[in-house]
């Protein structure tokens, strides 16, 4: 038997950062994103031998072990070994035998969430071999909990609740761990001509984003005046496009987009960049209303509003800085498992 499983990628809108503590639980966060279909895979393949094999199949990353309890976080597939780790203690009354595979559609650190929907992706995995009873909520806050608690990964809530939720959802976040997803009704021929007028540019760089998650956080800490109302504003802009998506005015979101290119930058160093700053001025100078930096920030994907079909003469622009762009569609299903 094989158990497979796959999550969705996801991609903000706006609020960004707002999700990650201390700033949900002194000010409370909001983010309005949406699932894509770029998506985190996992496979379990049960096994009649003492071992345990863990791969990470886009990068011919392989390990095999004997059957272990616990495996140590080493800076090795850490991913697979911590979801393991936790299931195992909650969930398993004997380790047995098994190989875990995983592979991504888009590269670690892109900025579309890939450690979390990766984490999501591999719990589903188990849970569908398993047959755990859990719910979505439920699964969300397990993955959060494996990365922020187990494996002291920085980082915010949104991704492994995209994730596993799927759809356009408009978050809120609070103290005490406290998420509420709301789910967008958004008409059809909105989320079409959103999904139209959206390119999806991915800048062949990466990022660490723990390293900018963590200065966000120090900000708060130390009461930085500038770069929390910086997160105000960003987070009051998530309401901005839920209401602009809700009442047909898609035009809007590039303006805010626009609006926030700058809040951002203001959250925190190195969000973005000398090549990043020439990507977004030579996207608007094609006929982009606004675009944003996905994630933390920093490189991976950038994400640029496009109205009345300029998107092709953004596209013939920015593929002279040698990026690629990623064709998409917004997907409503969130993790979804199965078995062959």
């Known amino acids: 038997m ?82 393991y780790n936790f299931i195992r203690k909650e969930f398993m009354t004997e380790a047995k035998g098994f190989r875990l595979s995983t592979h991504v559609d888009v590269p670690a650190g892109s900025g579309l969430g890939t450690s979390s929907t990766l984490t999501v992706a591999i719990l589903g995995a188990f849970i569908e071999w398993l047959r755990l009873p859990l719910g979505s909520y439920d699964i969300a806050q397990y993955a959060y909990h494996i990365e922020r608690n187990n494996l002291q990964m920085a980082g915010g809530k949104q991704d492994q609740y995209a994730a596993t939720f799927g ?29 139209n007028n959206l390119l999806l540019f991915f800048t062949r760089t990466t990022h660490v984003s723990s390293d900018i998650i963590k200065e966000q956080q120090q900000n708060v800490i130390n009461n930085h005046t500038v770069a929390i109302e910086a997160m105000h504003k960003i987070k009051a802009q998530a309401k901005e496009i839920k209401d602009a998506l809700l009442t047909g005015q898609i035009d809007r979101i590039g303006e805010i987009f626009n609006e926030g290119f700058i809040y951002k930058k203001q959250m925190a160093q190195n969000i973005s960049n000398e090549f990043l700053d020439k990507i977004y001025e030579e996207a608007i100078r094609a006929g982009s209303t606004g675009g944003r930096i996905s994630g ?20 013939k622009s920015l593929e002279r800085l040698g990026g690629r762009f990623y064709p998409y569609h917004f997907v409503k299903d969130g993790l979804f498992t199965w078995t062959i």
């Open 296 to 315: 933390a920030g920093g490189g991976g994907f950038m994400l640029f509003y496009c109205p009345d079909n300029k998107k092709f003469q953004v596209i």
């Open 2 to 83: 094989l158990y497979r499983s796959k999550a969705p990628l996801r991609i903000s809108f706006a609020g960004g950062g707002s999700d990650v503590s201390p700033y949900s639980d002194k000010y409370g966060g909001a983010i309005l994103n949406a699932t894509v279909s770029l998506y985190a895979h996992a496979n379990i393949q049960p096994i009649n031998k003492p071992k345990i094999i863990f791969e990470s199949l886009e990068h011919e990353d392989k390990q095999e072990f004997p059957l272990c309890d616990e495996f140590p976080i080493d800076g090795k597939l850490d991913l697979l070994k911590g979801v």
């Open 167 to 195: 759809g356009v959802n408009y978050m809120e976040f609070y103290d005490n761990n406290k998420v509420i997803v709301n789910p967008l009704r958004i008409d059809k021929p909105c989320l079409h001509e959103l999904e």
